[in-house]
């Protein structure tokens, strides 16, 4: 499995973004992927799932109303649009696949492929 994150840059705040994870090695129905975070200085947490199969979402109440996960299953690519963006949203944006399958979890560490990471700035 690898997983190529994408998308990120420098954005002022108010602004949007949309990233990227180009998915490869396997399908990935009956999975959870997600995107976690990381800023400097900080743990990585949890920003939203998707269930590949179905399309149900969850989100962490700190982007809630303001962020979108989505994939796409043809060309199996995650999606994060990210709208009104704050100087608390910089970070690095990762994405990652659930080890256990189809099963929610906000805790990074059920989780077992990532990818690289993209950087998102946001300039207040």
């Known amino acids: 499995v690898q997983l190529q994150a994408s998308g990120g840059g420098l954005v002022q705040a108010g602004g949007s973004l949309r990233l990227s994870c180009a998915a490869s090695?396997?399908?990935?129905?009956?999975?959870?992927m997600a995107w976690f975070r990381q800023a400097p200085g900080k743990e990585r947490e949890f920003v939203a799932a998707?269930?590949?199969?179905?399309?149900?979402?969850y989100y962490a109440n700190t982007v809630k109303g303001r962020f979108t996960i989505s994939r796409d299953s043809a060309s199996n690519t995650l999606y994060l649009q990210m709208n009104s963006l704050k100087s608390e949203d910089t970070a690095v944006y990762y994405c990652?696949?659930?080890?256990?399958?189809?099963?929610?979890?906000?805790?990074?560490?059920?989780?077992?492929?990532w990818g690289q990471g993209t950087l998102v700035t946001v300039s207040s």
């Open positions: 090695g396997r399908t990935f129905s009956n999975y959870v």
């Open positions: 990652a696949k659930n080890g256990r399958g189809a099963v929610w979890g906000v805790d990074f560490v059920r989780y077992d492929y």
């Open positions: 998707i269930m590949w199969t179905g399309g149900n979402t």
